[in-house]
């Protein structure tokens, strides 16, 4: 079985559903999953309320920084592999409160991975050379490129620019570390931007749908011209398979699609697909834009050269940015139950924190 920290988040929750229907594509039984996650405000079952219905996925609910925890779910479920998802992941959030995401993403990190070195220390040889740690991070530690610069690989120097990025930069640190200094055997992916089914309406693009059908204002950042590197979340979690299955041991894998996109692209392309989808009564959604004071310390631009993992691992993206957008504004059309779900009282509270005081 694999141990998923952060499975009832955006990514690891995508990745629940991927996993399973990807055994049952390759006629394999289903090797379950086991969810390690304390389900903070990011952190929702009813997004793999199927799968724990069905028995193939337990859901624990746990802070990764609880060291005890962490090696009770090791020794009871035994897991041939980790695969580390969780993490406090909103740059907003993270100007606002960094604690914590120096709580999560490096001392929980520090912890859970010191525990699942002892765990893997004293499996049997055969158990001890198939086990895999696998480092979910992110492209936002290389900081911010110019228009003109190269995407970024998997030697850009690490130059991260926010309390969130800073965080990631320092877990990708240790777990480089842990291979190089015990022989650990870890595996590292830096990502660009996801998005698709249940992304966390604090993010971009799901914001501007939600804000858009609500008939709220669509607020960009600056002069909307930041641009990120869009991958359908679903390829992610492929390049993550292929990863553990292929990857080389104590190296990382950039992972990204090539669709960089400027953000009011990004909202203008959601308004049209809403124009055509669920028209207003008068007027366009991209009459609610809304040009906003900046985020702090705002990278101006980050784009992933992916030609480590396609070379050495034949993983490509299936979605183009067009195909993508259209299965996630879909989505988010079909499913207002999950929707509902994730607006409480404090989904509001951080709207109130992140958008009350930027100035139109
Ligand atoms: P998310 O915020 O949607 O989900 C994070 C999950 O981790 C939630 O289920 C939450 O409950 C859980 N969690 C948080 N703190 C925890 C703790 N202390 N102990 C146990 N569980 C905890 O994040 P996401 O967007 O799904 O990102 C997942 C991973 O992928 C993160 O490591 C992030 O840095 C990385 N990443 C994200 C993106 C992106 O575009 N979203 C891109 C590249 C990499
Ligand atoms: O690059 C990978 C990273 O992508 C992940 O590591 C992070 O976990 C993930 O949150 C994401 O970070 P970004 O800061 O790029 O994503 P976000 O959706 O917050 O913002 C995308 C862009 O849109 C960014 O330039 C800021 C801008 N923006 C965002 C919000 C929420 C706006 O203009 N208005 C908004 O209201």
Redesign the pocket.
């Known amino acids: 079985m694999i141990f998923i920290t952060g499975g009832a988040g955006f990514i690891g929750g995508n990745f629940v559903h991927h996993w399973f229907e990807r055994l049952a594509k390759l006629g394999l039984p289903p090797e379950p999953v086991l969810v390690f996650d304390k389900l903070t405000y990011a952190g929702n079952p009813l997004t793999i309320k199927v799968h724990l219905e069905a028995g193939r996925a337990t859901l624990i609910q746990a802070d990764i920084a609880d060291r005890d925890a962490v090696r009770a779910a090791l020794a009871q479920h035994q897991p041939r592999a980790i695969l580390h998802f969780a993490a406090e ?4 959030r993270s100007i606002h409160g960094p604690g914590e995401f120096i709580h999560t993403n490096m001392v929980g990190t520090f912890c859970l991975i010191e525990e699942a070195r002892a765990y893997w220390g004293a499996l049997p040889a055969a158990d001890k050379a198939a086990f895999r740690f696998l480092h979910v991070s ?3 530690v290389y900081g911010s490129l110019s228009d003109t610069d190269p995407a970024f690989n998997e030697t850009t120097a690490y130059a991260p620019n926010s309390p ?1 990025s800073a965080s ?1 930069a320092g877990s990708d640190h240790l777990v480089r570390a842990y291979h190089h200094t015990y022989g650990f055997p870890t595996l590292t992916t830096n ?3 996801n998005y698709g089914p249940y992304h966390f309406p ?4 799901p ?1 501007m749908i939600l804000n858009a059908l609500d008939g709220k204002p669509l ?3 600056g002069d ?1 011209l ?1 641009v ?1 590197d869009w991958l359908f979340v679903r390829d992610h979690c492929e390049a993550i398979c292929q990863v553990l299955e292929k990857g080389r041991l104590g190296e990382t894998y950039n992972v990204g699609g090539k669709n960089e996109v400027k ?1 009011i692209d990004v909202v203008t392309t959601i308004c049209r697909k809403l124009d055509a989808l669920r028209p207003k009564a008068t007027g366009q959604y991209e009459d609610q834009i809304t040009y906003v004071t900046d ?1 702090p310390g ?1 990278d101006r631009r ?1 784009a992933i050269d992916p030609s480590k993992i396609e070379r050495e691992i034949g993983w490509q993206p299936a979605e183009t940015f067009t195909s993508g957008i259209d299965k996630t504004v879909q989505w988010f059309l079909d499913n207002t139950e999950w929707i509902d779900s994730v607006r409480s009282g404090a989904y509001r509270d951080w709207l109130n924190t992140n958008y009350q005081s930027r100035v139109a």
Not at 202 to 205: A, D, G, P, V
């Open positions: 992941s909103h740059v907003d992110t492209d936002e969130y990631k990502c660009s931007n604090e993010k971009l693009i914001l607020p960009v950042y909307g930041n990120r953000n985020r705002h980050y």
